[in-house]
């Protein structure tokens, strides 16, 4: 919220002595509707919209920084991509070597 404590006071002082182009009783008329418009339920409502956005960025941008890890696994014809995190990673790494040697296991049997 912008503060217009000064803007008001220069106002104040210069009601009926001023030759600006726009009147000190209109500047003060309209700081005093800004004021009313910011009790109004729409307002608040933008406001509690701006903080749920910023909320939901973060959250985003923590998602975006979990899933910017990756591994492919396959060969050329079924090759497959898997995000996560690197401890998510790491562990899937582990399953699929412990695949293999399994897979591997069997084939020699």
Known sequence: MRDYSELELIAR???GFSDV???PDV???LIAENKRMREY???R???SLRADCKDLMA???QLKAKTETY???GDDGSEHTFYGDQAAI???GEMIFELEALREGVAHD
């Open 13 to 15: 002082a210069a009601v």
């Open 21 to 23: 182009s726009l009147a």
């Open 27 to 29: 500047v003060l008329e």
């Open 41 to 43: 339920a729409c307002f």
């Open 45 to 47: 409502a933008v406001k």
């Open 59 to 61: 959250e985003r941008d």
């Open 71 to 73: 591994c492919t696994y």
């Open 90 to 92: 790491k562990a899937l």
